[in-house]
């Protein structure tokens, strides 16, 4: 089965702060793709990363960074400078493979609520 | 390029009731996947199809169905709903399976 824990409910901060989300998985299967997902008040999930369980290099994309650490199963997220319209709920998320026994099924942590303060 | 379509976007309806819920994919997309989301349990996995077929199911019971038409897109009924199956309904695409996921803005079922 495959488990994904986001420890963290809620944070605020500060705009200009910058935010770690954290996030810890747990799968049986050797080959599997781990994402991020942003959910702002409007309810629509964004897609902001997808990344392959063989490919552990950090990404960063402006403002949004991730560390991937496939020896503490982790998967983290950074904002940096955060701003107010990075106020929402993000949601880390788990995937098998067409090799694995959870094939392409989705599986969600619980999400971090983030609140920006002006 | 459009994004993934909900329809109806709100709905109510009462117990005992059946529903369907329909998603249109991003065009050329051929993986639509639903979620189901709530405050308890959160964003949990439906199920998938690609080209027409199922591919993957959730933990859900056989009142919640779903299929995919030959344009890709896809429509989930649910029968008999029970007032737990109130809930946000998020339908997804993907270019490919494994590939990253496009979600449409949902569908709020409120049943009472």
């Known amino acids: 089965a495959q488990k994904v824990t986001q420890a963290q409910t809620e944070i605020s901060v500060v705009e200009k702060e910058d935010v770690t989300l954290d996030c810890v998985y747990e799968?049986?299967?050797?080959?599997?793709?781990l994402f991020w997902y942003k959910q702002p008040p409007s309810g629509e999930l964004v897609f902001l990363i997808r990344?392959?369980?063989?490919?552990?290099q950090n990404e960063i994309s402006g403002r949004y960074s991730w560390n991937f650490q496939k020896s503490t199963s982790s998967f983290n997220f950074t904002i940096t400078a955060s701003q107010v319209v990075d106020s929402a709920v993000y949601f880390c998320?788990?995937?098998?493979?067409?090799?694995?026994?959870?094939?392409?099924?989705?599986?969600f942590g619980a999400g971090t609520t983030v609140t920006v303060r002006a | 390029k459009a994004g993934v379509t909900q329809t109806p976007r709100y709905l109510i309806k009462t117990r005992g009731q059946q529903v369907t819920l329909s998603c249109s994919p991003i065009s050329g997309h051929r993986s639509v996947s639903w979620y189901q989301q709530t405050p308890g349990q959160g964003l949990q996995f439906l199920f998938e199809?690609?080209?027409?077929?199922?591919?993957n199911k959730g933990n859900f019971p056989g009142r919640f169905s779903g299929r995919q038409f030959s344009n890709s897109r896809s429509e989930m009924n649910v029968s008999t709903l029970e007032l737990g199956d109130s809930a946000l309904y998020l339908c997804?695409?993907?270019?490919?399976?494994?590939?990253?996921?496009?979600f449409g803005p949902g569908t709020r079922l409120t049943v009472t």
């Open positions: 990344r392959n369980s063989f490919d552990e």
């Open positions: 997804a695409s993907s270019s490919r399976q494994g590939g990253e996921q496009y």
């Open positions: 998320a788990l995937s098998g493979t067409v090799y694995s026994s959870n094939d392409y099924k989705l599986s």
């Open positions: 799968t049986r299967d050797t080959t599997y793709y």
């Open positions: 199809y690609f080209s027409e077929t199922q591919r």
